[in-house]
């Protein structure tokens, strides 16, 4: 199994610009998590799906952030408008309904 | 809500030293997962390990789910295995958001 993959590993855009992230979750899980990781506030998680549903996104920071899950191999997390201090690093996970969560490696946002 | 504890919050070895990581969770779970976040960023599983003991190699993990806590134990430890470690729980429910401790950061010294 690849394990969860995510797109693209660095991102560096200028602030206004709408920055798109991509997962694409293990197959067979039925749970997709978005993360976020800063020095100031550790990982945070922003929403999280069940069988492409969102179930809650009541960590999405502000209506610049939404998530999609169009099927079950593929979510994307958009930024638009995006800020200086949306950078940090994004993460996608995955799990089945009842065990572990894997993490993909990561997108490192800079947004200048 | 369930709040999650981890100590020491940062610890020194020198290689070859042996470590016990701890982490206390106020409530019950039905789920707690150990994590390595590795220098480079990188969330790595441990361990799944809602009660019990498991082992791999140098490592192993202890949950003892009706006193609500957690070791992770290294043994010989190697400058690999510097970075920070993370214990996670779920909450008994249908809430699937996992709870997390803020971390041990951990330097291994050559």
């Known amino acids: 199994d690849a394990g969860v993959i995510q797109s693209p590993r660095h991102e560096v855009t200028e602030m206004g610009q709408e920055v798109t992230l991509r997962c694409k979750p293990i197959s067979g899980h039925d749970y997709l998590f978005w993360y976020r990781q800063t020095m100031m506030r550790g990982l945070e998680l922003l929403i999280y799906f069940n069988n492409n549903v969102p179930i809650d996104d009541s960590g999405m920071p502000e209506d610049r952030f939404s998530a999609k899950m169009p099927n079950a191999s593929f979510s994307t997390l958009k930024i638009q408008p995006s800020e200086p201090r949306d950078s940090a690093v994004y993460f996608c996970a995955s799990s089945r309904t009842v065990t572990e969560a894997f993490f993909g490696q990561g997108t490192r946002l800079t947004v200048v | 809500g369930i709040q999650v504890e981890q100590s020491p919050p940062d610890l020194i070895l020198q290689e070859g030293a042996n470590s016990t990581l701890r982490c206390n969770f106020s409530d019950s779970v039905n789920n707690l997962q150990w994590f390595h976040q590795n220098p480079w960023g990188q969330l790595i599983n441990l361990f799944y390990i809602p009660s019990g003991t498991k082992q791999n190699g140098r490592l192993s993990a202890t949950t003892v789910a009706t006193e609500r806590y957690s070791l992770l134990y290294i043994s010989s430890s190697q400058t690999t295995d510097s970075g920070v470690y993370f214990c996670?729980?779920?909450?008994?429910?249908?809430?699937?958001?996992?709870?997390w401790g803020l971390g041990t950061s951990l330097a291994v010294n050559p």
């Open positions: 996670a729980v779920l909450n008994a429910g249908n809430n699937r958001k996992l709870i």
